[in-house]
Every structure is written in structure tokens, then in C-alpha cells.
């Protein structure tokens, strides 16, 4: 019989393998966006330009691949970094930001500042982060009050999610000049990334995740249970809220640039928990790299499967994530397994 520190250690070598095969996944996927799209180019030709042989290609790489390529990882992370942050505190593997309305309140937030402050771009995040924020808090406080179940906390979220998807839609038909880009808004896509519009939304990004990483002990602690959790000395109340704050900070800013984009904080935290389990020290960095590599990925395919057509992301992200859903509810038997 293996001896306890022995079976530690080898789960945390274990898990420091899968967090660097991460962090090498991320960098391929990021140089990939970067090279190929509609006018794909190589390491050589880039190099070139770089030293003024190519001002077409520099100019692509600089004003359209780099910007794109870092909208992708900036809402990439802060998503799947979310999803992890909302599955745990909540106790609820089939809860993400898209699917109890966190990204519906943050778009529905952003667009309402887009038409009332036109002139004030860069209240859009903080706009987005304070819906992001009242929508959780929302379902949160209906499953509380009704002494939900899991899947009933998933379906108040669908149901408060549709409800600020029909204010969005409202806002932008009323208002047709608010939203440049509005139906990819909806759908989700960084197409038109431009480094001044990330400046902002990615310093709250980085800030979130920090946070995150400096509770990745009260985050576990929560993960037990309530009562566990204030039978080891955590301010249940005080933590869970923090917590939750972060996650809209981190939706809400990932929205403000990429829209809607779905099933990222989903898919990814649950592929993650597959490889190093639910530790949130281990969890939380693979899943940063594994989110901005996954996005950075779709957003790739969305550029070369059609082209020289592009698809908004997010349609490939719809593909993939909607039958993972429906996995995830066939697997839990229709959420009959609450006390699981």
C-alpha cells in the first residue's frame, strides 16, 4: 500500500505536467492565431516584415492578428476563470456565466451604456461588471428564496437570461445606432478588437484573476458546503459574495469587448477538473490557459473554415458547447443528482 506523501507527490507532479501542457497548448494555439487567417503568413514572412519588407503584412499582424489574438485570451481566461469561481462557490458543475444569465446582465448593462453615455467609452466595462453582478446575485437570491434545486437555479438563470436578452434586443432596435456590430455582439466575436478598446477591460481581467488566485483556499472551503465551511472558521457570507463579485468582474469585462460569447466557462472548467481534479490551486491557472487556448482556437476556425468568410466565434462555440450542455444533463439524469 503507497504511503500517503508518496501518492501526494505524484499527484502533484502529475498536476504540474498537465499545468505546463497547458501553458504550451495556450502558446501554440496564441501563435496560430497570430499566422493564419483570411491572409495566412508565416514565422519567415513576419520576421520580414518586422524588418520592413512587408508593410502589408506588419500592418495585419499589428492592427488586426495581435489585437484579436489578445481579445481572445483576455475573454478566453476571464471566462473559463469565472465559470470555475461560479461552479464552485455555488455548488453547481452545470452553472457557467452564460447559462445563469452573468454575460445576458453584463451585455444588457453595456448596451444600456452605449446608448445613454455614447461619448463615454470607457464606463462600458464597469457597466457590464455591475450587470454582470445584479444578475447573479438575482438568480442567486430566487434560489435562495425557494430553496431551489441545482437544476432549478439553472433554469432561473435561463429564465432571467432570456428576459435581459429581450432588454438587449429591445435597446438595440429602438435605439439601431447604439451598438455598432450588434448581432455579432449577440452572438460573440472579437473581429473588431482594437488595442485601446482592451486597455481597460483587461486590467480588470488581471485584476480578477489575481484575486481569484489569492482565494483559491476560501474557494475550496466553500465547495464543501456551508456548514463545513463555517465549522472551519470562513465567513461564509463574507467570502461567497467576494467570490461572486470577482466572477462579474471577470464576465462582465470579457463581455464589454467579445459580447456574448457562450459555453467558455462551461466546457472548459469541466476539462480542467478531468485532468487535476478540484483543487482550486491547480484548477484555476489550467484553466486560465486552458480557456484564452480554447477561444483563441475557435476564433481560428471561425477565420479558415469558411474563408475568405469569417463566422463570429461564437457560432463555434454554440456548436460546441450546446451539445456538451445537453451531455451534462443526460449525465446528471436531469439534475437529480442535488446532493451529489
Not at 482556437?297 to 450542455?325: H, K, N, Q, T, Y
Request: hydrophobic share 60%; aromatic share 8%.
Amino acid at each position: 500500500m503507497r504511503s500517503l506523501p508518496t501518492t501526494f507527490m505524484q499527484k502533484k507532479r502529475h498536476n504540474i505536467w498537465i499545468l505546463l501542457m497547458s501553458l504550451a497548448l495556450f502558446l501554440l494555439a496564441a501563435v496560430l492565431s497570430l499566422l493564419l487567417g483570411s491572409a495566412a503568413f508565416s514565422p519567415a514572412e513576419l520576421w520580414k516584415a518586422a524588418g520592413g519588407a512587408d508593410a502589408a503584412v506588419l500592418r495585419i499582424f499589428l492592427h488586426v492578428r495581435l489585437p484579436r489574438t489578445l481579445a481572445c485570451i483576455l475573454a478566453g481566461s476571464a471566462l473559463a476563470v469565472s465559470g470555475v469561481i461560479i461552479q464552485s462557490v455555488l455548488a453547481n458543475p452545470l452553472a457557467g456565466p452564460n447559462i445563469i444569465g452573468v454575460n445576458a446582465g453584463a451585455g444588457f448593462f453595456a448596451v444600456l451604456c452605449a446608448a445613454f453615455l455614447p461619448h463615454w467609452p470607457a464606463a462600458v466595462p464597469t457597466a457590464a461588471f455591475l450587470g454582470a453582478l445584479a444578475a447573479m446575485l438575482l438568480v442567486y437570491a430566487i434560489a435562495r428564496a425557494t430553496r431551489a434545486s441545482r437544476i432549478a437555479l439553472v433554469l432561473s438563470g435561463v429564465a432571467v437570461s432570456s428576459v435581459l436578452s429581450a432588454g438587449i434586443d429591445a435597446v438595440v432596435t429602438l435605439l439601431p445606432d447604439t451598438l455598432t456590430g450588434a448581432s455579432s455582439f449577440r452572438i460573440g466575436g472579437v473581429s473588431g478588437a482594437a488595442m485601446k478598446s482592451l486597455a481597460v477591460p483587461g486590467a480588470y481581467i488581471l485584476a480578477g484573476i489575481l484575486l481569484a488566485f489569492s482565494l483559491h483556499c476560501e474557494m475550496d472551503l466553500l465547495s464543501l458546503g456551508d456548514d463545513t465551511a463555517k465549522s472551519l472558521g470562513l465567513r461564509v457570507g463574507k467570502f461567497r459574495f467576494l467570490l461572486l463579485l470577482t466572477a462579474s468582474v471577470l464576465a462582465g469585462a470579457a463581455v464589454s469587448f467579445a459580447g456574448l460569447l457562450g459555453f467558455v466557462g462551461l466546457i472548459v472548467p469541466h476539462g480542467a477538473r478531468f485532468f487535476v481534479g478540484s483543487e482550486s490551486r491547480w484548477l484555476l491557472p489550467v484553466s486560465a490557459l486552458s480557456g484564452a487556448a480554447f477561444v483563441c482556437v475557435c476564433d481560428v476556425l471561425a477565420r479558415i473554415l469558411f474563408a475568405p468568410f469569417e463566422l463570429p466565434v461564437g457560432i463555434v462555440m454554440s456548436f460546441l458547447g450546446g451539445p456538451f450542455f445537453l451531455y451534462l444533463l443526460i449525465r446528471r439524469k436531469g439534475g437529480r443528482t442535488d446532493n451529489g
